[in-house]
């Protein structure tokens, strides 16, 4: 069992940063791939970033998104810059299991985090 638990969201201006945290307990933490995916207002789940080996990004985010893992804190961050109206929904963080490929769907993640509201203003 892993317990994910998200922080750091909140209201920002267009343009604007924020880092988003994924505090992970339980099981070894650096045996998971940890995703981020967002839920906009009547939009489907969407991923947004990725890490195992390495980090993966959706295309809407590559360039100004950064994900990255501490595992002596057992946390994933995701660094995000440039922020735009567009990016405003719940960011969630998932656990699944390390694949020889790189997991971008909802299903290929056993675990998930609370969310935590990310709002991006014009």
């Known amino acids: 069992q892993v317990q994910l638990v998200e922080s750091g969201g909140g209201l920002v201006q267009a343009g604007g940063s924020l880092r988003l945290s994924c505090f992970a307990s339980g099981r070894t933490f650096s045996s998971y791939a940890i995703g981020w995916f967002r839920q906009a207002p009547g939009k489907e789940r969407e991923f947004v970033a990725g890490?195992?080996?390495?980090?993966y990004y959706a295309d809407s985010v590559k360039g100004r998104f950064t994900i990255s893992r501490d595992g002596a804190k057992n946390t994933v961050y995701l660094q995000m810059n440039s922020l735009k109206p567009e990016d405003t929904a719940v960011y969630y963080c998932?656990?699944?299991?390390?694949?020889?490929?790189?997991?971008?769907?909802?299903?290929?993640?056993?675990?998930w985090g609370q969310g935590t509201q990310v709002t991006v203003s014009s």
């Open positions: 890490i195992s080996w390495s980090g």
């Open positions: 998932a656990a699944g299991p390390i694949m020889n490929y790189r997991t971008t769907m909802n299903g290929e993640y056993d675990y």
